[in-house]
Nanobody
Framework: EVQLVESGGGLVQPGGSLRLSCAAS????????MSWVRQAPGKGLEWVSY????????SYADSVKGRFTISRDNARNTLYLQMSSLKPEDTAVYYC?????????WGKGTLVTVSS
């Protein structure tokens, strides 16, 4: 059974940093690209970042470019999202997703709240 479990969310002040993790199981993690997607309160889903299966290439939404860094540890079956210079508009539930001609599996999400 494919499972994606996010962790690391919480309350952080504007300008602060946070690192999200996504533990993957039930599939060969190193064979799949992965993405982070977020949903702000009362808004739709927003794609945040994408990383290739080998981790050698990634891409970012303009809204987070230069502030967020996606990475992965294929030996630990774990996906990461390092977030810095956080803004109140980054407040959202963050989901990790598996890429397989579309996002075919999603975790339950972790809430990030950026507020003073």
């Amino acid at each position: 059974e494919v499972q994606l479990v996010e962790s690391g969310g919480g309350l952080v002040q504007p300008g602060g940093s946070l690192r999200l993790s996504c533990a993957a199981s039930g599939f060969t993690f190193s064979s799949y690209a992965m993405s982070w997607v977020r949903q702000a309160p009362g808004k739709g889903l927003e794609w945040v970042s994408y990383i290739y299966s080998g981790g050698g290439s990634s891409s970012y939404a303009d809204s987070v470019k230069g502030r967020f860094t996606i990475s992965r540890d294929n030996a630990r079956n774990t996906l990461y999202l390092q977030m810095s210079s956080l803004k109140p508009e980054d407040t959202a539930v963050y989901y990790c997703t598996r890429e397989n001609y579309g996002m075919d599996y999603w975790g339950k999400g972790t809430l990030v709240t950026v507020s003073s």
